[in-house]
């Protein structure tokens, strides 16, 4: 079965840092693109960047460029989102996707970020 | 940034109605657009592909069409399952590859 599983809940406090990961399985984790998606509670999706595990060629959106890092070890098929400093406005659920064919076929079950003091 | 603009941003409908959604986009697009479907606390749901491609086990009453720069996901005859919020993307520029701003439909 292709999957992707992401890593467990997280609470952290402002100025924290933070890597939530996500395994893929079932299929060659380096030939598709993981993207990275944030949702804010109640709000709609925002993407936020893609790697190729493959060579790690990574884009990031404009909105979140500088603000998070996305890499991928291919040995272990994983995916990372990581924060060098948690702010409130973090808190979010974010979801990475498989993107095959034009569109994101696959997605993690997504994996729930909280930052509060 | 391509801007994607979806209409309604929520809809009332009843169980064995056609419904349809809009999405526009800023620029043209081609065909490089996908619609998902997301349910409360669950993650999203690939419906649609390339505008108008049916993802593989997606029932047959959900199509899209449209290219360029104006978009529609229809259902033919809506289901009790149907009733959650849809996305459409546009998968043209990495620079970024946007999201709709949803519509929810819920129940009448």
């Known amino acids: 079965e292709v999957q992707l599983v992401q890593s467990g809940a997280e609470v952290k406090k402002p100025g924290e840092s933070l890597k939530i990961s996500c395994k893929g399985s079932g299929y060659s984790f380096t030939s598709y693109w993981i993207g990275w998606v944030r949702q804010m509670p109640g709000k709609g999706l925002e993407w936020m960047g893609i790697i190729y595990p493959g060579d790690s060629d990574t884009r990031y959106s404009p909105s979140f460029q500088g603000q998070v890092t996305i890499s991928a070890d291919k040995s272990i098929s994983t995916a990372y989102l990581q924060w060098s400093s948690l702010k409130a406005s973090d808190t979010a659920m974010y979801y990475c996707a498989r993107h095959d064919s034009g569109a994101f076929d696959i997605w993690g079950q997504g994996t729930m970020v909280t930052v509060s003091s | 940034d391509i801007q994607l603009t979806q209409s309604p941003s929520f809809l009332s409908a009843s169980v064995g109605d056609r419904v349809t959604i809009t999405c526009r986009a800023s620029q043209g697009i081609s065909s490089y657009l996908a619609w998902y479907q997301q349910k409360p606390g669950k993650a999203p749901k690939l419906l649609i592909y390339?505008?108008?491609t049916l993802q593989s086990g997606v029932p047959s009453r959900f199509s899209g069409s449209g290219s360029g720069t104006e978009f529609t996901l229809t259902i033919s005859s809506l289901q009790p399952e149907d009733f959650a919020t849809y996305y459409c993307q546009q998968l043209n520029s990495y620079l970024p590859l946007t999201f709709g701003g949803g519509t929810k439909v819920e129940i009448k």
């Open positions: 390339a505008a108008s």
